[in-house]
């Protein structure tokens, strides 16, 4: 056997072109394939973090009513039996009672549609975490003519400071990011750049009577901290729900939906607010392991008294993102579909002229007393080879940038960025970290290779030693 | 002891209409130790016959018995186990592996019979010291010349110790030199380890050194002469 691989690689480099030239179509293929779909499930993986873990969570226990009607008349009271099952499942992270319903905001100059969302202020700390998203910086257009009036910046940061114009930061490291300062350059224009940009705010305290407006929507309304804002809905069983609030800050949601219409208050005055008593709208879940999700919506369905209660996961209360993520999936599967498709007739001519050239060698081989399985599986070890080396180094050379873009994710710029926050994307684009995409991409490439040589090998195993003596 | 017996061997090609009697009615037997040669114009059938009785083409009629057995009952893989187990080839050109080197193309057979590295070594080495390349063992075939590689190509159709050797044209590539000393050291072969020989030719030169000289002519014998005495 060590003979045949030895010949079989000795065979590879007789004609160093057209291996090179193979080995480079199943580099590039692998390669981009790769890059293409770490950039899709990285993405992917971006949504759901900042949709599903940063807000909704993978699970959410409602009213059985509740998902065909989502009004407060099919709330529910939390505790007892229900509150037993929950805690005592191990692979839920975290379970956050909630309140949401649609009400109608004001200031005195605009006036939207809004989601109110009632939280505790302490247990929401482990779901959404508002409390690090408080707005901390906003380059307002004003604040912006202050910095450049009072120091001279550096052609970049100009740009940047146009780009960021009206953008708003949760912390300094955002801002900086942003700007992109570092160095004795941050350390000149931190005081300046935070003198004019700093931006107060404050998280909801347990027993607040405030409330945290989501920037875009606080935009929208012209409301700043301090301000009030008039809420007006429909609460249990149709009494009208009107108050005043005072805005006690601005929080940056990644979600950009979100962000134009979120309003939290906490879980007991959005009660008070909607009349409902003790009672709260969903239990939103988080995991230990996202992949889990669907074992624990069994679990909890088999467990809770579905009379009362129903389980959904995300795919179902979110469905529009499942679909968005689907279409684009089936789209860039098409895509790596193709490029395969046209390497595999790459290596399918490798095969067809790599035995037509040899066929008189080939037939020596046979006359001396060679089986023809035995030439096939020669000829079979030289493809592994070319695949093989071209599918190692596809994924060598990937897996550097995954690590680089997994850690470093590429944040969009400019009208790009535009672009994405409109269709309601985080401009943000990571790639996925190494999984069974990675593995597989190495494992179809390799099937492509079989079966570039189910055919012309079929031609060795069928020739006729005369012939083959005569080529 | 009789290695081959031909028995009224013909084949007929079929070229839409027209028929060819390559080999017509042939009936012939080869003694082991022979040192024969195959000779007549060309499209006389030479060709034709040695690889019938190489096992490389099948006769339309008629029987090849090697060693006692026929080889028609025989059909892929295990015709392809007969050849290697009893007959050794010698091809007009490019007979050797381009990847392997001397040794290595020698030891090739031996491997495909399953002896051992040890005993292929020795004997590669031993046989390519006979044709005179004891120096050039590692060489690949590009690095030899036409003449070194036929010797090479000798060597190895002996490595197998099969029953007879088939050479078709052996030397029509080669120069006078190189024919000259691929020849002795055929016939030094046959002379001393009784190797049978059987091989075809145009060439006067050589016709001259074998000891029985068979003459075909549209597919028939024409003549079946052996010399006595050697010259
Ligand atoms: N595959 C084939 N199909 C049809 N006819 C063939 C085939 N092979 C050989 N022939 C014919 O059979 C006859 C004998 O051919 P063969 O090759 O045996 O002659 P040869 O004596 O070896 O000639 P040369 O000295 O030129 O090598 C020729 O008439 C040739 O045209
Ligand atoms: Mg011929």
Redesign the pocket.
């Known amino acids: 056997m060590d003979k045949l691989i030895k010949m079989a690689w000795r065979n590879i480099w007789r004609n160093k072109r057209r291996t090179l030239i193979t080995i480079a179509s199943i580099f590039f293929a692998v390669f981009f394939a790769v890059i293409m779909r770490a950039f899709q499930l990285g993405t992917y993986e971006h949504m759901i973090h900042q949709a599903i873990e940063s807000f909704t969570g993978y699970i959410q226990i409602q009213d059985k009513e509740f998902f065909d009607d989502p009004s407060l008349d099919n709330s529910f009271k939390y505790g007892g039996e229900l509150a037993n099952i929950v805690e005592n499942n191990k692979e839920i992270k975290v379970a956050v009672p909630r309140v949401a319903s649609f009400s109608l905001a004001s200031t005195g100059m605009q006036s939207k549609g809004v989601l109110v969302t009632g939280i505790d202020p302490l247990r929401e700390k482990e779901l959404s975490n508002p409390e690090i998203r408080i707005v901390k910086y906003r380059l307002t257009i004003e604040a912006i003519e202050k910095i450049m009036a009072e120091t001279k910046l550096p052609k970049k940061q100009l740009e940047l400071l146009k780009i960021h114009e009206k953008g708003s930061f949760s912390s300094w490291a955002g801002l900086a990011l942003g700007l992109s300062l570092s160095g004795s350059l941050e350390d000149e224009l931190k005081p300046i750049i935070t003198k004019h940009t700093k931006f107060e705010g404050q998280y909801l305290k347990v027993d607040d009577d405030g409330v945290l407006v989501s920037d875009r929507l606080s935009k929208y309304l012209m409301a700043e901290v301090g301000d009030t804002i008039t809420l007006l809905g429909l609460g249990y069983h149709g009494v009208t729900a009107a108050g005043i609030f005072p805005v006690r800050g601005i929080v940056k949601i990644p979600s950009p939906d979100l962000d134009n219409k979120l309003v939290y208050m906490t879980l007991s005055k959005s009660q008070q607010f909607f009349d409902l008593g003790n009672r709260i709208t969903s239990l939103n879940i988080n995991l230990y392991d996202p992949d889990e999700m669907m074992e624990v919506q069994s679990e909890l369905l088999a467990s809770i008294n579905s009379d009362k209660y129903t389980v959904k996961n995300w795919e179902e209360f979110n469905p529009t993102m499942k679909q968005q993520i689907e279409g684009d999936s089936v789209g860039g599967v098409i895509f790596i579909g193709i490029l395969y498709f046209i390497v595999l007739f790459g290596i399918f001519g490798t095969v067809l002229m790599m035995v037509a050239e040899r066929k008189r060698e080939f037939g020596v081989m046979v006359a001396i007393g060679m089986k023809k399985a035995k030439l096939v599986v020669i000829l079979f070890i030289e493809m592994i080879f070319l695949g093989f080396i071209g599918m190692a180094t596809g994924l060598g050379a990937a897996a550097p940038l995954i690590v680089l873009g997994n850690k470093n994710p590429i944040r969009m710029t400019g009208e790009m960025a535009k672009m994405y926050e409109d269709m309601g994307f985080d401009p943000v684009m990571p790639l996925a970290w190494f999984d069974n995409y990675f593995v597989w991409q190495g494992v179809i490439i390799m099937i492509m290779v079989i079966l570039a040589c189910i055919f012309p090998l079929e031609g060795v195993r069928k020739m006729k030693v005369m012939n083959a003596l005569k080529a | 002891m009789k290695v081959i017996e031909i028995e009224n061997l013909n084949k007929i090609?079929k070229?839409s209409e027209i028929e060819?009697h390559?080999v017509n009615g042939v009936t012939l037997d080869f003694e082991e130790g022979e040192f024969a040669a195959i000779v007549?114009p060309?499209?006389?059938?030479?060709?034709?016959l040695l690889n019938m009785i190489g096992g490389l083409d099948d006769p339309t009629s008629g029987e090849v018995i090697v060693g006692g057995s026929s080889m028609s009952k025989l059909k892929g893989a295990e015709l392809t186990d007969f050849r290697l187990h009893n007959i050794g080839f010698v091809f007009q050109s490019y007979n050797l592996i381009p990847v392997l080197t001397a040794k290595e193309n020698t030891e090739f057979v031996m491997r495909l019979q399953g002896l051992s590295a040890k005993v292929c070594e020795t004997r590669s080495e031993e046989l390519l010291n006979i044709v005179g390349l004891g120096e050039r063992m590692n060489a690949r075939p590009n690095k030899l010349s036409g003449g070194q590689q036929q010797r090479v190509a000798v060597a190895r159709a002996l490595a197998s110790k099969p029953k007879f050797v088939l050479a078709d044209e052996p030397t029509a590539n080669l120069d006078s030199k190189s024919t000259e000393t691929l020849l002795e050291i055929m016939e030094k072969l046959n002379r001393e380890e009784n190797i049978t020989f059987i091989f075809s030719t145009?060439d006067a030169r050589v016709v001259k050194k074998a000891r029985r000289v068979i003459t075909l002519e549209d597919g028939k014998i024409l003549s079946d002469v052996t010399k006595n005495g050697g010259e």
């Open positions: 090609y070229e060819v390559a007549g060309s499209g006389s059938g030479k060709t034709t145009h």
